[in-house]
Each structure stands twice: as C-alpha cells, then as structure tokens.
C-alpha cells in the first residue's frame, strides 16, 4: 500500500461539479437514507423468516469500558440502527472535510457539523480537493453514546486548481455521538493506518474446459461488456472451473475477470 505514484490530470471538468454542487449533496442524503431504510427492512424480514432472529445491539453502557467493534458489511446479518447511520453520518463528514471546491455550500456543511469554537484551518486559494469515494471500515461502539468510525478516503487534489494528482488512500478515526438532538462529530479526523493487505492463494491446475463452461463463462462475462474469447484461461478446482477473460467496455478498455462455474455452466459461488 505504500509504493504508489501519484497520478496527474491536465484537464478535468470540476467546474460543473462546483455549480452542480447542492444538488450533488441533495442526491447524497437521499442514498444514504435509502441505504439505512433498505438495511432495516432487511434486518426486519430476516427476523421473521423460520429461525430467523432479531438484529440486536450490545448494550455498551450497561458495562463500564465495553467496547464493541462491528465491521459494516452489505448483508441481512449487519447491524441496524445507529451502526449503520454513524457510520455514514461519518463517510459523509469525512466527504465534506476532504472537498475543497470553492463553494461556501461545501464550507458551511462543514462548518455546522464540527464541535462549537473549533477553528479549522483550510487549504488556501486556489487549491481544490475533490473526493472520489468515502468509505467506512468499521464501528466501535465506545459507550455513553459514543462511537468510534474507522473511514477510507480516496482523493484527488490540486494546488493550483488546475493540475490533479491521485492521492494516496488516507485511513482515519472519526468519534460521533448520538443523543435526543441528533448526531455529533466529536473533534477533527484522526489518522490512521491503512488496513493491512493479504493475497490470496488461487488453487487449480490450468485445463481446457468443456464447451459448456466456456460458453457460460463467456456469457456471464458479457454483463461487463464485450468478451474477449482469446483471452480465456481455465483452471479446474476439484469438481468446478475457474475462468478469467478480458471484457472490453464501452470505450474499449480491457478489464480482467474471473468466473466460477460448475461442470454443467452454473455460475458459483468461489471454492474455499
């Protein structure tokens, strides 16, 4: 994670960003309610399917100094509730901290979720600062109200306003705190280290498959675009295949894939 080069822009259209800038924000509400809405219905029509049980939170202020981290995942076994919206109440104040766009929306959105009398120091004139994804790692339950969020930035910045390079990613920990008023950001973003990284091992020996599982594999690359059948490569892993091919998209960019598939074409899911 640490060996990386910067990548530079000449040219890159911020200024209908800037102008598009309130609804940009109008529309980011509107997903991250969506996301907390589909999350509960989820959680509750799971609780109800035959041996399905409720979402539970641990009750952290019922024992002094429990801590409880829940790492956030897209799955009907997440957690609801203030997990889920603290952690995107902080995605979207990592979001806003990040953006340097010239305008006073971005400026005040800021300025009226940081703590009173805090004084922050911005980027000057004319650099610019747009963020490319904010996206959050894990949640601590820290008790009293309290949780601890662990957010991933990816960036691009410029000094000058005109030429962008891509920032490395940036870790952080940002401390909301939920009450009867609502959410809080408790004090600035604190860096953090990037979660570490392992490469995964890939079983199978390299053979030619059936024309079944080729034709699905190629099928099921299609959804990306347009297959580039000469680049299919097949590895049997005990009674399953394993096929990576090229799809082109629709501007003819190569993008490599891999599809796990049955003896009979059925796409499944990766052997363990």
Not at 19 to 29: E, G, M, N, Q
Not at 171 to 198: F, H, K
Request: glycine share 8%.
């Amino acid at each position: 994670m640490t060996d990386h080069h910067d990548e530079h822009f000449e040219s890159i259209p911020w200024d209908s960003l800037v102008t598009d800038d309130a609804r940009r924000r109008r529309r980011l509400v509107y997903v991250v309610s969506g996301m907390i809405v589909v999350a509960a219905l989820t959680a509750a029509i799971v609780s109800r399917l035959p041996g399905g049980t409720p979402a539970t939170q641990p009750d952290a202020a019922a024992v002094p100094g429990q801590s409880t981290t829940t790492t956030v995942a897209a799955s009907a076994s997440a957690p609801v509730g203030w997990d889920t919206e603290v952690a995107a109440y902080a995605a979207w104040f990592a979001a806003d901290f990040f953006t340097v766009d010239g305008s006073e929306l971005t400026e005040a959105s800021l300025r009226e979720r940081l703590p009173t009398g805090l004084e922050v120091t911005r980027p000057a004139e004319p650099g610019r600062s747009f963020v490319e994804s904010a996206i959050p790692l894990s949640v601590e339950d820290l008790g009293n109200d309290r949780f601890r969020v662990e957010v991933l930035i990816r960036s691009l910045a410029s000094a000058d306003g005109d030429a962008y390079s891509r920032l490395a990613p940036r870790a952080m920990s940002i401390v909301v705190e939920t009450g009867g008023q609502g959410m809080r950001i408790v004090d600035l973003p604190s860096p953090e280290p990037l979660p570490d990284v392992a490469a995964a091992t890939l079983p199978g020996t390299e053979e030619e498959p059936p024309p079944a599982v080729a034709a699905a594999a190629i099928d099921a690359a299609a959804l990306w675009g347009e297959p580039d059948e000469e680049t299919l490569v097949a590895y049997a892993v005990g009674d399953l295949w394993r096929v990576t091919l090229s799809v082109a998209d629709g501007v003819g960019m190569q993008w490599p894939v891999s599809v796990w598939l049955d003896e009979s074409g059925e796409v499944v899911t990766p052997a363990g």
